[in-house]
C-alpha cells in the first residue's frame, strides 16, 4: 500500500564533510518535478531562509515532500464533487491510522471548531446552520478543560460558541461535569503542565459517559501518536498536516469516532450555512494530505532520528568549545518531540543577546531562522531543514557566536 520501494529511490545516504551523515529525501533532488520559471519571492522582494527553528504557522510550516507535490499536481487535473472525496480519503486514512473515522480539515485548529460542531450538533443540519448561537437551540454549551491547557488555539472551540470551564484538579473536573457539558478538550502537548494526565481524563470522561478531543498538533513524531489517543479512547483527535508529516500547511486530520467525524462533516465545506465553510480544503489539500501520511508512515524513523542527531551533533560541534557557552541536546517530550539544540552562554564572555544572534543570521546570507533568543539563549531544531545546511547553520551560529566572545 505505501509503495515502499517507490519511496526507498528517493533515499540516499550522502557522507557530508566532518564525518556527518545526512540522508537526502525529497525536497533536495536537484531537479524537483516542479522546477518553476520564474522566481516569485525574488520577484516580490520577500525574504525566503534556511528554516532551523521548527514547524511554525508564521514561518509557512515545513516544505513539502516531492511526493506531495506530485498528489496535488495530479487532483488539478479532473473535477470530482468534494464529499466522495472526502469519504474516500476518510476511509483510507482511518484503515491508516486504526481509528473509526477520520475527515481533512484545514489544519489542526479547524479539526477542533469541526470536532467541536460535530459533538454539538449530531446530525442535526438545522443546528448545524445555527451554530455559534447555543442558547434556546437543545444544543450543549460548555467545554471543560484544564487551566493548565490554557493555549491560544483553544479560541477553535469558542468559534462553536460554547464557554469553556476551567477546572485544575480531578475533583474540580467531576464537579463541573453538568448537564450542558458538551465535551471534554485536552491539549496534549500540555499533559505533563497539569495536575490530571492524559488516561485519568479519559477515564473520567468514559465514566460521565462525556465526548472528549486530544489536541495532538504538532505531536508527530512518534508515529505511534498517529493512533495511540484515538485507541487511548479519545473520541476525536486532531493533527496538523503540515507540521511533523510535511502534508500542505493548509490541511489537518480530526480523527475518531464515526458519529463524531460525520456530524463534524455536517459544519464543512461545500455545506455554507455552517461555522466551518471558511476552513475549506479542496481535492489539492485532500490527496495532498494523504500522500504526506503514506509517505510518513512508510519512512525509516530510526534512520531519520540518527540524521536529525548527527546534523544537531555538527551544529553543536561548532559552538560547544567557545569559553563561557553552555549546550545541550534536549527532546521535548510531547510534542516537536525532535533532538533540540539549546544554547546560552554567559553575557559577560560571549558579548550578544540571544535576539542579537537570531538578527545577526536572519540579516546574513542566506538568511536563518533559528527559535528560542532573549538575552541570552537561542535554539535549533533540524527536522525543516534541506538535509545538507546544517553545515552552513553550523557555520554561520559558529561564526556569530565566537565573533562576540571575549
Ligand atoms: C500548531 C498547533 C495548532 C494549530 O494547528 P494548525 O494545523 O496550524 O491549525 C493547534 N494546537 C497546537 C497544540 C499546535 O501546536
Request: with cysteine.
Amino acid at each position: 500500500m505505501f509503495k515502499r520501494r517507490e519511496i526507498l529511490k528517493h533515499l540516499t545516504a550522502l557522507p557530508l564533510v566532518g564525518g556527518v551523515t545526512t540522508l537526502v529525501t525529497g525536497p533536495l533532488q536537484a531537479k524537483s518535478l516542479l522546477s518553476p520559471a520564474r522566481d516569485y519571492f525574488k520577484e516580490l522582494g520577500v525574504r525566503t531562509f534556511i528554516n532551523a527553528a521548527g514547524t511554525y504557522t508564521s514561518m509557512t510550516g515545513s516544505l513539502m515532500l516531492d511526493e506531495v507535490k506530485e498528489a496535488i499536481m495530479y487532483a488539478t487535473q479532473d473535477y470530482v464533487i468534494l464529499d466522495d472525496l472526502q469519504d474516500k480519503v476518510g476511509e483510507r486514512i482511518a484503515s491508516l491510522v486504526k481509528c473509526e473515522a477520520a475527515t481533512v480539515t484545514s489544519g489542526a485548529a479547524s479539526a477542533i471548531t469541526l470536532g467541536t460542531a460535530g459533538v454539538l450538533t449530531g446530525m442535526d443540519e438545522v443546528k448545524a446552520g445555527q451554530l455559534p448561537h447555543l442558547k434556546g437551540t437543545g444544543m450543549k454549551t460548555e467545554v471543560i478543560m484544564q487551566k493548565a491547557h490554557d493555549i491560544p488555539y483553544a479560541h477553535a472551540l469558542k468559534n462553536c460558541g460554547v464557554n469553556v470551564i476551567f477546572v485544575e484538579t480531578a475533583a474540580e473536573l467531576e464537579k463541573a461535569i453538568n448537564k450542558e457539558t458538551a465535551m471534554m478538550f485536552f491539549v496534549n502537548a500540555n499533559n505533563f503542565d497539569g495536575k490530571i494526565q492524559v488516561e485519568e481524563f479519559v477515564k473520567i470522561a468514559k465514566k460521565h459517559n462525556i465526548p472528549t478531543m486530544n489536541d495532538c498538533a504538532a505531536d508527530v513524531p512518534p508515529v505511534e501518536n498517529l493512533w495511540k489517543y484515538t485507541q487511548m479512547g479519545f473520541d476525536l483527535v486532531c493533527f496538523s498536516g503540515g507540521k511533523g508529516l510535511r502534508g500542505p500547511q493548509s490541511a489537518g486530520l480530526l480523527l475518531g469516532k464515526k458519529e463524531y467525524v460525520a456530524a463534524a462533516r455536517l459544519s464543512a465545506a461545500p455545506r455554507g450555512n455552517t461555522v466551518g465553510r471558511g476552513m475549506k480544503v479542496n481535492k489539492e489539500e485532500i490527496l495532498g494530505i494523504l500522500a504526506a501520511l503514506e509517505y510518513y508512515l512508510s519512512k525509516d524513523h530510526e534512520q531519520e532520528w540518527k540524521m536529525w542527531e548527527n546534523q544537531i551533533a555538527h551544529i553543536q560541534s561548532a559552538v560547544k568549545d567557545i569559553d563561557g557557552l553552555k549546550s545541550t541536546v534536549d527532546v521535548p517530550p510531547i510534542a516537536n518531540h525532535v533532538p533540540t539544540l539549546n544554547i546560552s552562554w554567559e553575557t559577560n564572555k560571549v558579548k550578544i543577546s540571544g535576539d542579537g544572534v537570531k538578527e545577526e543570521l536572519r540579516n546574513g546570507h542566506p538568511s536563518i531562522e533559528i527559535a528560542g533568543g532573549g538575552e541570552n539563549s537561542v535554539s535549533i531544531t533540524t527536522w525543516m531543514l534541506v538535509p545538507g545546511q546544517e553545515r552552513i547553520v553550523a557555520k554561520r551560529l559558529g561564526e556569530a557566536l565566537t565573533k562576540a566572545s571575549v
